[in-house]
């Protein structure tokens, strides 16, 4: 699985976020200023990365970057 900190490089290297220093995990993408395209976008590149597909009760569960790893350790 994927930790938080790789997960955090996926969204740093994504170039949704203008000043990573002002990201937060914890807040919604939508509060870190990641539209919904982007947000499907950057689940995309997870799955691709942590070889794991998000089912659709998955998607409706997550609205942080936190959500994302706790879906993924669900995973395990």
């Known amino acids: 699985m994927l930790s938080m900190s790789q997960l955090?490089?996926?969204?740093a290297s994504s170039g949704f976020v203008a000043d990573m220093s002002k990201f937060d995990s914890a807040q919604s993408f939508k509060d870190n200023d990641i539209d919904s395209?982007?947000?499907m976008t950057l689940l995309l590149?997870?799955?691709e990365a942590a070889k794991v597909k998000f089912s659709d009760e998955d998607f409706d569960?997550?609205?942080s970057l936190n959500d994302?790893?706790?879906v993924l350790e669900g995973k395990r």
């Open 8 to 11: 955090t490089e996926i969204v």
């Open 37 to 39: 395209l982007d947000v």
């Open 45 to 47: 590149q997870v799955e």
């Open 61 to 63: 569960r997550i609205r």
């Open 68 to 70: 994302v790893h706790a």
